[in-house]
C-alpha cells in the first residue's frame, strides 16, 4: 500500500470528533487524500467544507470535478461549500475566529436548508 494510500486509508476512518493535522509535500498528494475523503463524505450524504488558502475556489471545484465529486450538485444541495480563506477567515481586516468561525458555521446551517 502506498503511503498516499495508507493516509487516505486513515482519513477516511476518522470519527467526527478525531482531529488530525496533515502536511502535504505536493498540492496533488493533498488532492488525493482529501479529495477521496470528500469524495466519499458526499457519496454517503454528509456535507463538507473546503476553505481555500493557496488556490482560489474555482480552481480547487475544477481539481474536485477531476475526482469525479459533482461540484454543482453538491453545492446546490447544500452539501458542499468552497470558500476562499479571505473571505471565510478575515473579519474587518483580521482573522479572529471568535468572529469567523461562528459565521462559517451560519453559513453551513444556511447551505443546509437549500436541502
Keep these: 500500500m502506498s503511503v498516499t494510500k495508507e493516509i487516505v486509508y486513515f482519513v477516511n476512518n476518522m470519527k467526527p ?52 465529486i459533482d461540484v454543482e450538485r453538491n453545492e446546490a444541495e447544500g452539501k458542499l461549500i468552497v470558500r476562499d480563506y479571505d473571505v471565510w477567515c478575515i473579519q474587518n481586516g483580521k482573522s479572529n475566529a471568535s468572529e469567523s468561525w461562528p459565521a462559517g458555521k451560519k453559513s453551513i446551517r444556511n447551505s443546509k436548508r437549500k436541502v
Excluded: W
Design 17 to 68: 470528533t478525531d482531529h488530525v493535522l496533515l502536511f502535504y509535500d505536493t498540492p496533488q498528494k493533498k488532492y488525493d487524500v482529501l479529495f477521496n475523503f470528500l469524495s466519499a463524505d458526499l457519496a454517503s450524504g454528509r456535507g463538507a467544507a473546503y476553505v481555500c488558502s493557496e488556490e482560489p475556489p474555482e480552481q480547487i471545484r475544477t481539481k474536485m470535478k477531476a475526482y469525479n
